[in-house]
Protein backbone atom coordinates (compact mmCIF):
# COMPACT_ATOMS: atom_id res chain seq x y z
CA UNK A 1 0.00 0.00 0.00
CA UNK A 2 1.71 3.41 -1.25
CA UNK A 3 1.17 6.17 1.34
CA UNK A 4 2.21 9.54 1.48
CA UNK A 5 3.08 10.35 5.02
CA UNK A 6 3.90 13.74 7.44
CA UNK A 7 7.42 13.18 8.35
CA UNK A 8 8.03 16.70 9.42
CA UNK A 9 5.64 19.91 10.16
CA UNK A 10 6.64 21.96 7.43
CA UNK A 11 7.94 25.31 7.78
CA UNK A 12 5.92 27.63 5.02
CA UNK A 13 5.22 25.47 2.09
CA UNK A 14 4.99 21.94 2.69
CA UNK A 15 7.69 20.16 0.30
CA UNK A 16 8.31 16.29 -0.91
CA UNK A 17 10.64 15.75 1.92
CA UNK A 18 8.21 16.82 4.43
CA UNK A 19 5.56 14.51 2.98
CA UNK A 20 7.42 11.18 1.58
CA UNK A 21 5.73 8.39 -0.34
CA UNK A 22 6.37 5.00 1.78
CA UNK A 23 5.19 1.31 1.29
CA UNK A 24 3.41 0.04 4.08
CA UNK A 25 1.95 -3.31 5.10
CA UNK A 26 -2.40 -3.43 5.22
CA UNK A 27 -3.77 -3.99 8.14
CA UNK A 28 -5.81 -7.09 9.02
CA UNK A 29 -9.69 -5.97 8.72
CA UNK A 30 -11.77 -6.62 11.81
CA UNK A 31 -15.50 -6.89 11.85
CA UNK A 32 -17.20 -4.22 11.21
CA UNK A 33 -14.37 -2.60 8.93
CA UNK A 34 -14.20 -2.76 5.22
CA UNK A 35 -11.27 -2.44 2.71
CA UNK A 36 -11.83 0.37 0.01
CA UNK A 37 -9.68 1.15 -2.93
CA UNK A 38 -9.16 4.61 -3.06
CA UNK A 39 -9.86 6.61 -6.28
CA UNK A 40 -10.48 10.30 -5.66
CA UNK A 41 -8.30 11.85 -3.05
CA UNK A 42 -9.29 15.20 -2.43
CA UNK A 43 -7.08 18.05 -1.42
CA UNK A 44 -8.50 20.87 0.51
CA UNK A 45 -6.49 23.80 1.94
CA UNK A 46 -7.69 22.76 5.85
CA UNK A 47 -4.91 19.77 5.44
CA UNK A 48 -2.05 22.82 6.23
CA UNK A 49 -3.22 23.10 9.06
CA UNK A 50 -3.06 19.41 10.00
CA UNK A 51 0.20 19.57 9.02
CA UNK A 52 0.98 21.89 11.25
CA UNK A 53 1.79 21.60 15.47
CA UNK A 54 -0.29 24.43 16.07
CA UNK A 55 -3.98 24.23 17.81
CA UNK A 56 -6.85 24.27 15.90
CA UNK A 57 -10.80 22.66 15.94
CA UNK A 58 -9.20 19.33 15.01
CA UNK A 59 -6.36 17.33 15.96
CA UNK A 60 -3.14 17.50 14.05
CA UNK A 61 -1.66 14.57 11.95
CA UNK A 62 0.70 12.47 13.93
CA UNK A 63 4.03 12.31 12.20
CA UNK A 64 5.14 8.94 10.97
CA UNK A 65 1.26 8.17 9.85
CA UNK A 66 -0.24 8.99 6.49
CA UNK A 67 -2.20 12.55 5.76
CA UNK A 68 -5.55 11.99 6.55
CA UNK A 69 -7.78 13.42 3.53
CA UNK A 70 -11.80 12.73 2.10
CA UNK A 71 -11.76 10.05 -0.67
CA UNK A 72 -13.90 8.24 -2.51
CA UNK A 73 -13.52 4.75 -3.76
CA UNK A 74 -14.90 1.04 -4.11
CA UNK A 75 -14.92 -1.46 -1.85
CA UNK A 76 -12.75 -4.21 -2.32
CA UNK A 77 -13.62 -6.57 0.99
CA UNK A 78 -16.22 -6.17 3.65
CA UNK A 79 -16.68 -7.28 6.90
CA UNK A 80 -18.90 -4.33 7.60
CA UNK A 81 -22.90 -5.00 7.56
CA UNK A 82 -24.72 -2.78 4.71
CA UNK A 83 -21.25 -2.55 2.34
CA UNK A 84 -20.71 -5.17 -0.13
CA UNK A 85 -17.54 -5.84 -2.62
CA UNK A 86 -17.64 -3.29 -5.61
CA UNK A 87 -19.57 -0.55 -3.45
CA UNK A 88 -18.57 2.60 -4.29
CA UNK A 89 -18.51 4.67 -0.82
CA UNK A 90 -17.67 8.23 0.38
CA UNK A 91 -14.53 7.71 3.13
CA UNK A 92 -11.71 9.44 5.08
CA UNK A 93 -8.80 7.14 3.15
CA UNK A 94 -6.00 9.35 2.84
CA UNK A 95 -3.14 10.09 0.89
CA UNK A 96 -2.68 6.36 0.33
CA UNK A 97 -3.88 3.79 -2.34
CA UNK A 98 -5.83 1.29 -0.20
CA UNK A 99 -7.68 2.43 3.44
CA UNK A 100 -9.59 0.47 6.16
CA UNK A 101 -12.20 2.27 7.36
CA UNK A 102 -15.82 1.75 9.70
CA UNK A 103 -18.97 2.80 9.89
CA UNK A 104 -18.27 6.18 11.30
CA UNK A 105 -16.63 7.59 8.24
CA UNK A 106 -18.62 6.44 5.40
CA UNK A 107 -21.25 7.28 2.93
CA UNK A 108 -22.57 4.58 0.22
CA UNK A 109 -22.51 6.86 -3.42
CA UNK A 110 -25.16 5.48 -6.07
CA UNK A 111 -22.79 6.43 -9.66
CA UNK A 112 -26.05 6.66 -11.46
CA UNK A 113 -27.24 9.55 -9.47
CA UNK A 114 -23.81 12.01 -9.87
CA UNK A 115 -20.40 11.51 -11.08
CA UNK A 116 -18.56 9.81 -7.40
CA UNK A 117 -16.19 12.63 -7.51
CA UNK A 118 -18.23 15.34 -6.99
CA UNK A 119 -19.32 13.80 -3.39
CA UNK A 120 -15.89 15.45 -2.70
CA UNK A 121 -16.98 18.69 -4.03
CA UNK A 122 -20.04 20.46 -5.32
CA UNK A 123 -22.16 17.47 -3.54
CA UNK A 124 -19.51 17.21 -1.02
CA UNK A 125 -18.15 19.27 1.94
CA UNK A 126 -16.59 22.10 -0.22
CA UNK A 127 -20.19 22.59 -1.64
CA UNK A 128 -21.52 22.29 1.79
CA UNK A 129 -19.26 24.55 3.48
CA UNK A 130 -20.95 27.18 0.47
CA UNK A 131 -24.13 26.51 1.08
CA UNK A 132 -23.91 26.70 5.17
CA UNK A 133 -21.61 29.74 5.26
CA UNK A 134 -23.60 31.70 2.83
CA UNK A 135 -27.26 30.82 3.66
CA UNK A 136 -27.06 30.78 7.50
CA UNK A 137 -24.65 33.13 8.18
CA UNK A 138 -24.63 35.69 4.98
CA UNK A 139 -28.31 35.67 4.88
CA UNK A 140 -28.49 36.78 1.24
CA UNK A 141 -31.60 38.97 0.09
CA UNK A 142 -33.01 39.75 -3.43
CA UNK A 143 -30.72 42.95 -4.67
CA UNK A 144 -27.55 42.78 -2.09
CA UNK A 145 -23.70 42.80 -3.16
CA UNK A 146 -22.03 39.20 -2.37
CA UNK A 147 -18.81 39.22 -3.16
CA UNK A 148 -16.47 36.27 -2.77
CA UNK A 149 -12.57 35.71 -2.29
CA UNK A 150 -10.91 32.16 -4.06
CA UNK A 151 -13.89 32.54 -6.38
CA UNK A 152 -13.27 30.04 -8.70
CA UNK A 153 -12.32 27.55 -6.47
CA UNK A 154 -14.67 24.73 -4.99
CA UNK A 155 -16.26 26.84 -2.28
CA UNK A 156 -16.22 29.78 -4.13
CA UNK A 157 -17.66 28.57 -7.02
CA UNK A 158 -20.54 27.31 -5.32
CA UNK A 159 -21.08 30.41 -3.07
CA UNK A 160 -21.35 33.05 -6.21
CA UNK A 161 -24.11 30.21 -8.02
CA UNK A 162 -25.97 30.05 -4.98
CA UNK A 163 -26.39 33.82 -4.42
CA UNK A 164 -27.43 34.01 -8.22
CA UNK A 165 -29.98 32.09 -7.33
CA UNK A 166 -30.76 33.67 -4.57
CA UNK A 167 -31.39 37.35 -6.97
CA UNK A 168 -27.92 39.09 -5.54
CA UNK A 169 -25.01 40.98 -7.62
CA UNK A 170 -22.48 38.34 -7.35
CA UNK A 171 -18.76 39.92 -7.25
CA UNK A 172 -15.98 37.01 -7.52
CA UNK A 173 -12.08 37.77 -6.72
CA UNK A 174 -9.39 35.81 -8.03
CA UNK A 175 -5.53 35.21 -8.66
CA UNK A 176 -5.80 34.87 -12.81
CA UNK A 177 -7.98 36.40 -15.86
CA UNK A 178 -8.93 33.04 -17.06
CA UNK A 179 -10.09 32.20 -13.38
CA UNK A 180 -12.41 35.67 -13.47
CA UNK A 181 -13.87 34.89 -17.03
CA UNK A 182 -14.70 31.30 -16.20
CA UNK A 183 -16.42 32.56 -13.14
CA UNK A 184 -18.70 35.51 -15.17
CA UNK A 185 -19.33 33.16 -17.88
CA UNK A 186 -19.78 29.43 -16.51
CA UNK A 187 -21.65 30.41 -13.71
CA UNK A 188 -23.03 33.60 -14.69
CA UNK A 189 -21.34 36.11 -11.84
CA UNK A 190 -21.58 39.92 -12.66
CA UNK A 191 -18.35 40.73 -12.27
CA UNK A 192 -15.05 39.87 -11.20
CA UNK A 193 -11.88 40.96 -10.40
CA UNK A 194 -8.42 40.16 -10.09
CA UNK A 195 -6.42 40.68 -7.25
CA UNK A 196 -3.19 40.38 -8.34
CA UNK A 197 -3.85 43.73 -10.81
CA UNK A 198 -2.38 47.12 -9.33
CA UNK A 199 -5.69 48.89 -9.48
CA UNK A 200 -7.60 46.30 -7.87
CA UNK A 201 -9.12 48.23 -5.13
CA UNK A 202 -10.38 50.64 -7.59
CA UNK A 203 -12.29 47.84 -9.76
CA UNK A 204 -13.37 46.03 -6.81
CA UNK A 205 -15.03 48.93 -5.86
CA UNK A 206 -16.05 50.18 -9.79
CA UNK A 207 -17.85 46.27 -9.22
CA UNK A 208 -19.68 47.15 -6.25
CA UNK A 209 -21.30 50.22 -6.98
CA UNK A 210 -23.68 50.00 -4.03
CA UNK A 211 -21.38 48.84 -1.64
CA UNK A 212 -20.91 44.77 -0.56
CA UNK A 213 -23.60 43.47 2.12
CA UNK A 214 -22.10 39.81 1.87
CA UNK A 215 -18.25 39.36 2.05
CA UNK A 216 -17.84 35.33 1.77
CA UNK A 217 -14.17 35.43 3.02
CA UNK A 218 -11.71 32.62 1.84
CA UNK A 219 -8.32 34.51 1.82
CA UNK A 220 -7.49 37.32 4.06
CA UNK A 221 -4.49 39.60 3.37
CA UNK A 222 -5.17 42.39 0.84
CA UNK A 223 -8.45 41.29 -0.77
CA UNK A 224 -9.72 41.30 2.95
CA UNK A 225 -8.46 44.83 3.55
CA UNK A 226 -10.18 46.00 -0.29
CA UNK A 227 -13.72 44.53 1.15
CA UNK A 228 -13.45 46.31 4.34
CA UNK A 229 -13.10 49.68 2.98
CA UNK A 230 -16.73 49.11 1.07
CA UNK A 231 -18.59 47.19 3.06
CA UNK A 232 -22.29 48.61 4.09
CA UNK A 233 -24.14 49.15 6.77
CA UNK A 234 -25.51 45.60 8.97
CA UNK A 235 -22.86 43.87 6.29
CA UNK A 236 -22.31 40.03 6.84
CA UNK A 237 -18.73 38.49 7.19
CA UNK A 238 -19.21 34.58 6.64
CA UNK A 239 -15.15 34.04 7.90
CA UNK A 240 -14.71 30.70 5.97
CA UNK A 241 -11.15 30.49 5.11
CA UNK A 242 -7.69 32.92 5.46
CA UNK A 243 -6.00 30.77 2.36
CA UNK A 244 -3.63 33.64 1.88
CA UNK A 245 -1.89 33.29 5.70
CA UNK A 246 -1.97 28.98 5.89
CA UNK A 247 1.92 29.38 5.16
CA UNK A 248 2.95 32.52 7.82
CA UNK A 249 5.95 31.60 9.53
CA UNK A 250 5.63 35.24 11.76
CA UNK A 251 3.15 38.13 12.32
CA UNK A 252 2.44 40.28 9.01
CA UNK A 253 4.65 43.68 9.34
CA UNK A 254 3.30 46.78 10.42
CA UNK A 255 1.11 48.43 12.99
CA UNK A 256 -1.37 46.30 14.52
CA UNK A 257 -4.93 47.37 12.41
CA UNK A 258 -7.35 45.58 14.98
CA UNK A 259 -8.43 48.31 16.55
CA UNK A 260 -9.23 50.79 13.52
CA UNK A 261 -10.41 47.31 12.11
CA UNK A 262 -13.30 46.65 15.25
CA UNK A 263 -14.55 50.10 15.02
CA UNK A 264 -14.80 50.17 11.41
CA UNK A 265 -17.62 46.93 12.83
CA UNK A 266 -18.91 48.88 15.31
CA UNK A 267 -19.64 51.51 13.31
CA UNK A 268 -21.36 49.53 10.52
CA UNK A 269 -22.54 47.39 12.53
CA UNK A 270 -20.60 44.34 10.74
CA UNK A 271 -21.61 40.86 11.71
CA UNK A 272 -18.45 38.81 11.25
CA UNK A 273 -18.87 35.32 12.00
CA UNK A 274 -16.63 32.39 12.10
CA UNK A 275 -17.35 28.69 10.94
CA UNK A 276 -16.66 25.34 10.28
CA UNK A 277 -18.97 23.29 8.11
CA UNK A 278 -19.62 20.18 10.42
CA UNK A 279 -21.27 22.71 12.85
CA UNK A 280 -23.94 23.15 10.45
CA UNK A 281 -24.45 19.16 10.14
CA UNK A 282 -28.00 20.04 11.19
CA UNK A 283 -28.38 21.67 7.15
CA UNK A 284 -26.97 19.04 5.28
CA UNK A 285 -30.36 16.89 4.43
CA UNK A 286 -31.62 20.60 3.14
CA UNK A 287 -28.49 20.54 1.27
CA UNK A 288 -28.25 17.62 -0.31
CA UNK A 289 -32.12 18.15 -1.62
CA UNK A 290 -31.61 21.72 -2.59
CA UNK A 291 -28.06 20.80 -4.47
CA UNK A 292 -29.41 18.17 -5.91
CA UNK A 293 -32.73 19.32 -7.39
CA UNK A 294 -30.48 22.58 -8.48
CA UNK A 295 -27.98 19.97 -10.53
CA UNK A 296 -30.58 18.65 -12.04
CA UNK A 297 -32.28 21.90 -12.94
CA UNK A 298 -28.90 22.80 -14.49
CA UNK A 299 -29.05 25.52 -12.57
CA UNK A 300 -25.37 24.93 -10.53
CA UNK A 301 -21.92 24.02 -12.54
CA UNK A 302 -19.00 22.62 -11.14
CA UNK A 303 -15.47 22.54 -12.38
CA UNK A 304 -12.88 20.21 -11.56
CA UNK A 305 -9.39 19.88 -11.56
CA UNK A 306 -8.07 16.33 -12.01
CA UNK A 307 -4.01 15.27 -11.19
CA UNK A 308 -3.03 12.17 -11.91
CA UNK A 309 -1.25 9.31 -9.55
CA UNK A 310 -0.66 9.56 -5.92
CA UNK A 311 2.61 10.20 -6.57
CA UNK A 312 1.84 13.61 -7.57
CA UNK A 313 0.07 14.79 -4.79
CA UNK A 314 1.89 16.89 -3.01
CA UNK A 315 2.70 19.31 -6.26
CA UNK A 316 -0.85 19.28 -6.68
CA UNK A 317 -1.29 20.57 -3.40
CA UNK A 318 1.62 23.25 -3.22
CA UNK A 319 -0.09 24.55 -6.34
CA UNK A 320 -3.65 24.89 -4.22
CA UNK A 321 -1.65 27.00 -1.99
CA UNK A 322 -0.11 29.01 -5.14
CA UNK A 323 -3.13 29.07 -6.80
CA UNK A 324 -2.17 26.61 -9.84
CA UNK A 325 -5.67 24.46 -9.68
CA UNK A 326 -8.65 25.30 -11.90
CA UNK A 327 -11.82 24.56 -9.57
CA UNK A 328 -12.01 22.03 -7.29
CA UNK A 329 -8.66 20.15 -6.91
CA UNK A 330 -8.78 15.87 -6.66
CA UNK A 331 -5.75 13.30 -6.91
CA UNK A 332 -6.75 10.55 -9.30
CA UNK A 333 -5.05 7.56 -7.81
CA UNK A 334 -6.94 4.74 -9.86
CA UNK A 335 -9.11 4.16 -12.79
CA UNK A 336 -13.14 4.56 -11.69
P1 LIG B 1 -9.89 26.48 -3.72
O1 LIG B 1 -10.39 25.45 -4.66
O2 LIG B 1 -10.50 27.83 -3.74
O3 LIG B 1 -8.31 26.59 -3.90
C1 LIG B 1 -7.57 27.48 -3.15
C2 LIG B 1 -7.49 28.83 -3.87
O4 LIG B 1 -7.11 29.81 -2.92
C3 LIG B 1 -6.40 28.90 -4.92
O5 LIG B 1 -6.78 28.38 -6.15
C4 LIG B 1 -6.14 30.40 -5.00
O6 LIG B 1 -7.00 31.00 -5.93
C5 LIG B 1 -6.52 30.89 -3.60
N1 LIG B 1 -5.30 31.35 -2.92
C6 LIG B 1 -4.20 30.64 -2.64
N2 LIG B 1 -3.27 31.41 -2.07
C7 LIG B 1 -3.80 32.65 -1.99
C8 LIG B 1 -3.32 33.88 -1.50
N3 LIG B 1 -2.08 34.01 -0.98
N4 LIG B 1 -4.14 34.97 -1.56
C9 LIG B 1 -5.37 34.85 -2.08
N5 LIG B 1 -5.88 33.68 -2.58
C10 LIG B 1 -5.09 32.61 -2.52
O7 LIG B 1 -10.02 25.93 -2.22
P2 LIG B 1 -11.37 25.62 -1.44
O8 LIG B 1 -12.51 26.16 -2.20
O9 LIG B 1 -11.36 24.21 -1.06
O10 LIG B 1 -11.20 26.48 -0.10
C11 LIG B 1 -11.39 27.87 -0.12
C12 LIG B 1 -11.29 28.42 1.30
O11 LIG B 1 -12.33 27.85 2.09
C13 LIG B 1 -9.98 28.08 2.02
O12 LIG B 1 -9.59 29.19 2.78
C14 LIG B 1 -10.38 26.94 2.93
O13 LIG B 1 -9.54 26.83 4.05
C15 LIG B 1 -11.79 27.34 3.30
N6 LIG B 1 -12.66 26.24 3.74
C16 LIG B 1 -13.26 26.38 4.96
C17 LIG B 1 -14.15 25.44 5.42
C18 LIG B 1 -14.84 25.67 6.72
O14 LIG B 1 -15.57 24.79 7.20
N7 LIG B 1 -14.68 26.84 7.34
C19 LIG B 1 -14.42 24.21 4.67
C20 LIG B 1 -13.78 24.18 3.36
C21 LIG B 1 -12.92 25.17 2.94
P3 LIG B 1 -6.62 32.41 -6.62
O15 LIG B 1 -5.88 32.09 -7.87
O16 LIG B 1 -7.93 33.03 -6.83
O17 LIG B 1 -5.74 33.13 -5.65
Redesign the pocket.
Known amino acids: NRQIILANHPVGMPTAEDLPLQESALPELQDGQLLMKNIYLSL???M??RMSKAKSYAAGVPLGTAMQGGTVGQVVSSKLDGFAEGDFVLGFGGWQDYAVQDKTTLRKLDPSQAPISTALGVLG??GF?AY??LLEIGQPKEGETVVV?????????VVGQIAKLKGCRVVG????ED?CRHVVEAYGFDACVN??DDDFETRLAEACPNGIDIYFE??????FDAVMKLVNDFARIP????????NDTEAPQGPDQLSAFLTKLLVKRVLIK??????YAHLMKDFVKDMSSWMQAGKIQYQE?VVDGLENAVEAFQ???????????LVRISED
Open positions: DPYRGMPTAGSAASGAVGQVAGAKYKNVGGKVLCGRIAHYGFIQFDDGLLEGRNRGKL
